[in-house]
């Protein structure tokens, strides 16, 4: 079964060279105790190591089964020692921080022997070397001979052919050397034992055949055996150690080491933290940057003027910055905003188009329309008129210049909130307005008073009303809710006189009583400093009454008049046709709005609203497409660039400690890897491959970096706490460090990565360890 055929193994230290195998040719049979006594030096532990597998050959060939291992991979070794042959060593090489059960199991495990066929051959094994009492204790609680029992229990339960005992009794007292040389020649009875020893006693009591050795070769043999030629009937069964048994078996390594582990994955995570607490910062900031812009949006919305400024257009420009040479001549340019300027033509259809934008995108649009309000108002029973109009320089005061710009070029003609396209979605005025006093506008025809937080209201406005305020003038909400107005049709408002002009008519209590009244229903103000406050103070109300007013006039006689001259019908005056186009808005013979303003109900849902308007300028030539004005993109671009890049400076910063980690870690794997060098032997000797160890290794840092990642994640939540409570008592902004949840997973998986990476040269390095260098370590 076990040939030797002419075996030679050489030793090179320097310029002198060791025969420690010098032509060594021996057949065993498949059930006998073979004892190979022999002087220290004389190639005895050479030859078992050789039979082992955990030594290679120089020359000749060593047969098992009929086949020859002259072209055995490292991967066939692997095999063969995990199939075929069980070690028993002098001082037991029990791993430590593994329990006595998964010790035994250790080698059936990278044989692949499922867990319950496992445990049950492990059991089997301890309670045949007489340990049935003590199979779920530590090896740290068991003496001298049952630590050699459970040795001997691993060797055998994988049921092996050799059994290759290395000095067994050598750290044992007589008594227990008794014991364990009766077991081992039990053991024979069933398999080949090979057993190495300086003992002739034990040897010429225990073993079936003695073989002496000295300097490389075999001086006799008690029983020698001439093996005949057999079939190959060799199979090998390729080892392979499960990533889960990996795992576990660092994790049981780690386990011994709590401290250091805990102190090690601290000092890896301080990189993690780091970059945890600036990613925290990083989106708490941008969040309030976020709120606060989302709710600057009724102050900066998509605004869609008579005229605007294609963006598009200015950054095509191309020429260079540079001086050209003088050639003696000027040429005349138009100025580059002048080309950009472009006209929209806001027709009813594209009305229709905005009318139609998702609730969920954008459910407040606000429409500006030139007519004017034919009001009157009653004032201690004098009949007189009175304006709404928003057009005093004041009535912008509380907005920035940014969107007095893009209110002005929309061209303000009267003071609307905006309308809400799905009322179940909220209500603008609710949301973001307090009421003072009366009840919230329900119909076209009810008006409200807007303050601003300090109720105050401008003073021109209250004097269009038809008040004679003065300055500093507290008014009662009382005697202003359920004030009432009467807007009049042109038919009624104006005369038209023999010459065809048309002239408003005195104002009378019959006039006032033919309009449409309008009533005062409440007082309004913003909740606080941060709602939308979109209306400026003075009197507001909904489109709805601008659209009333407009179908009313839209076939008065004035309007009728003035469609069909070029010629101011009031003031007899020429006009051009925009001039002419103004004037009839201002009449309310257009219902074409002049400009249009929507608000974005955020800011991720402002680039859907803008995807939505670009659709309509899809295909259509440059002229008759509609160029919208996005106001907050600016800021928005402006911050969240800067909030950016401040982050990414921090990071990279902040990952300079991410590389200690990972030169700390592979110090660490290099420190685990020089105190497990006989466990790297142990394992090898059990048939583990390089891919095995290195696997072991590996895990182990997986385990640190897992570690080191959720640890620097959750102290870098905790510091978010008084990080914020520090930040409030600077700023007062509330709650700004804030750790998103797929940063925190990232980090895991960063610092995951990271010390596998610096661990794993470790774990190369402990792969190539030789196993039986590895094994006489201390």
């Given at each position: 079964?076990?040939?030797?055929?002419?075996?030679?193994?050489?030793?090179?230290?320097?310029?002198?060279?060791?025969?420690?195998?010098?032509?060594?040719?021996?057949?065993?049979?498949?059930?006998?105790?073979?004892?190979?006594?022999?002087?220290?030096?004389?190639?005895?532990?050479?030859?078992?190591?050789?039979?082992?597998?955990?030594?290679?050959?120089?020359?000749?060939?060593?047969?098992?089964?009929?086949?020859?291992?002259?072209?055995?991979?490292?991967?066939?070794?692997?095999?063969?020692?995990?199939?075929?042959?069980?070690?028993?060593?002098q001082n037991y090489n029990l791993i430590s921080h593994l329990s006595i059960m998964d010790n035994v199991e250790l080698g059936m495990n990278l044989s692949g022997v499922p867990a319950k066929e496992r445990r049950k051959r492990a059991e089997e094994a301890l309670v045949e070397v007489g340990l049935k009492e003590h199979m779920h204790k530590n090896p740290n609680q068991l003496s001298g001979g049952q630590m050699q029992r459970v040795a001997i229990a691993r060797a055998i339960a994988n049921n092996p052919d050799i059994l290759l005992c290395d000095e067994p009794t050598g750290a044992l007292d007589t008594e227990t050397s008794v014991q364990i040389m009766k077991l081992i020649k039990k053991l024979s009875k069933d398999r080949l034992v090979i057993m190495v020893t300086h003992n002739p006693e034990l040897a010429k009591e225990y073993a079936t055949r003695i073989v002496n050795f000295q300097d490389g070769k075999i001086l006799d043999d008690?029983?020698?055996?001439?093996?005949?030629?057999?079939?190959?009937?060799?199979?090998?069964?390729?080892?392979?150690?499960?990533?889960?048994?990996?795992?576990?078996?660092?994790?049981?390594?780690?386990?011994?080491?709590?401290?250091?582990?805990?102190?090690?994955?601290f000092a890896s995570s301080i990189g993690i933290i780091s970059i945890a607490v600036v990613l925290s910062l990083s989106n708490g900031f941008q969040k309030q940057i976020d709120t606060t812009m989302s709710k600057a949006l009724a102050k900066y919305p998509v605004a869609i003027a008579p005229t605007a400024t294609d963006m598009n257009a200015m950054s095509e420009r191309k020429d260079s910055d540079k001086n050209v040479k003088n050639r003696g001549y000027l040429i005349a340019q138009q100025d580059e905003s002048e080309k950009a300027t472009h006209v929209n033509k806001i027709t009813q259809k594209y009305v229709d188009y905005v009318k139609k934008i998702n609730p969920d995108y954008a459910n407040n649009i606000s429409y500006q329309r030139a007519t004017s309000l034919n009001l009157l108002a009653k004032d201690n029973g004098k009949i007189k008129r009175v304006e709404f109009s928003n057009n005093d320089p004041d009535q912008n005061q509380n907005m920035s210049a940014m969107r007095s710009q893009a209110m002005s070029s929309v061209g303000v003609g009267s003071s609307v909130f905006p309308t809400t396209l799905n009322k179940n979605k909220g209500n603008f005025l609710k949301e973001n307005y307090q009421l003072l006093a009366g009840k919230w506008p329900d119909k076209a025809t009810d008006l409200v008073l807007v303050t601003d937080n300090k109720n105050t209201v401008n003073i021109n406005a209250l004097k269009n009303l038809g008040l004679k305020p003065k300055d500093n003038q507290k008014f009662k909400f009382k005697s202003l809710v359920g004030k009432q107005f009467s807007v009049v049709n042109n038919n009624d408002f104006y005369q038209e006189l023999p010459t065809g002009m048309f002239v408003p008519q005195k104002a009378n209590q019959s006039m006032y009583n033919a309009g449409?009244?309008?009533?005062?229903?409440?007082?309004?103000?913003p909740k606080n400093e941060d709602s939308l406050a979109l209306l400026s103070t003075g009197i507001a109300y909904s489109d709805r009454l601008s659209q009333k007013i407009i179908k009313q006039n839209e076939n008065s006689a004035i309007v009728k008049a003035q469609k069909k001259t070029n010629r101011n019908v009031m003031t007899g005056q020429n006009l051009n046709q925009d001039a002419k186009k103004q004037l009839l808005q201002t009449l309310g013979?257009?219902?074409?709005?002049?400009?249009?303003?929507?608000?974005?109900?955020?800011?991720?849902?402002?680039?859907?609203?803008?995807?939505?308007?670009?659709?309509?300028?899809?295909?259509?030539?440059?002229?008759?497409?509609?160029?919208?004005?996005?106001?907050?993109?600016?800021?928005?671009?402006?911050?969240?660039?800067?909030?950016?890049?401040?982050?990414?400076?921090?990071?990279?910063?902040?990952?300079?400690?991410?590389?200690?980690?990972?030169?700390?870690?592979?110090?660490?794997?290099?420190?685990?890897?020089?105190?497990?060098?006989?466990?790297?032997?142990?394992?090898?000797?059990?048939?583990?491959?390089?891919?095995?160890?290195?696997?072991?290794?590996?895990?182990?840092?997986?385990?640190?970096?897992?570690?080191?990642?959720?640890?620097?994640?959750?102290?870098?939540?905790?510091?978010?706490?008084?990080?914020?409570?520090?930040?409030?008592?600077?700023?007062?902004?509330?709650?700004?460090?804030?750790?998103?949840?797929?940063?925190?997973?990232i980090l895991i998986?960063?610092?995951?990565?990271?010390?596998?990476?610096?661990?794993?040269?470790?774990?190369?390095?402990?792969?190539k360890k030789d196993a039986a260098i590895a094994l006489r370590s201390e």
């Open positions: 079964m076990l040939q030797l055929e002419h075996l030679f193994k050489s030793y090179h230290v320097g310029d002198t060279v060791t025969h420690a195998l010098d032509d060594v040719s021996i057949s065993f049979r498949d059930k006998e105790f073979v004892a190979i006594l022999g002087p220290s030096g004389s190639g005895k532990t050479t030859m078992l190591n050789v039979i082992g597998g955990l030594d290679r050959y120089d020359k000749g060939d060593l047969i098992i089964n009929g086949k020859s291992t002259k072209n055995f991979k490292e991967t066939d070794w692997d095999a063969y020692r995990n199939n075929s042959v069980g070690f028993i060593f008690s029983a020698p055996y001439t093996a005949e030629t057999e079939q190959d009937t060799f199979k090998l069964k390729r080892t392979k150690m499960s990533y889960w048994n990996a795992i576990k078996l660092s994790f049981t390594n780690i386990m011994t080491k709590k401290g250091r582990t805990i102190l090690t994955a449409t009244k309008l009533h005062l229903t409440g007082i309004i103000r013979g257009s219902s074409i709005p002049t400009g249009i303003m929507i608000y974005p109900n955020n800011f991720d849902d402002k680039d859907k609203v803008l995807d939505y308007l670009d659709k309509w300028n899809k295909g259509k030539s440059k002229k008759n497409q509609i160029v919208y004005t996005n106001m907050s993109s600016m800021v928005t671009t402006m911050t969240g660039g800067l909030l950016n890049g401040i982050t990414t400076v921090l990071v990279a910063f902040a990952a300079i400690s991410l590389v200690t980690s990972m030169i700390m870690i592979g110090i660490l794997t290099y420190t685990s890897v020089l105190e497990r060098i006989k466990e790297i032997g142990v394992l090898k000797a059990l048939g583990a491959r390089k891919k095995d160890i290195t696997r072991v290794f590996d895990a182990e840092t997986f385990i640190l970096g897992i570690f080191s990642g959720v640890l620097g994640v959750a102290i870098a939540y905790l510091l978010t706490f008084p990080i914020n409570s520090v930040i409030y008592h600077i700023t007062e902004l509330t709650n700004v460090a804030q750790l998103n949840p797929t940063h925190a997973l998986i960063i610092s995951t990565i990271l010390t596998l990476l610096g661990g794993h040269l470790p774990a190369r390095m402990a792969a």
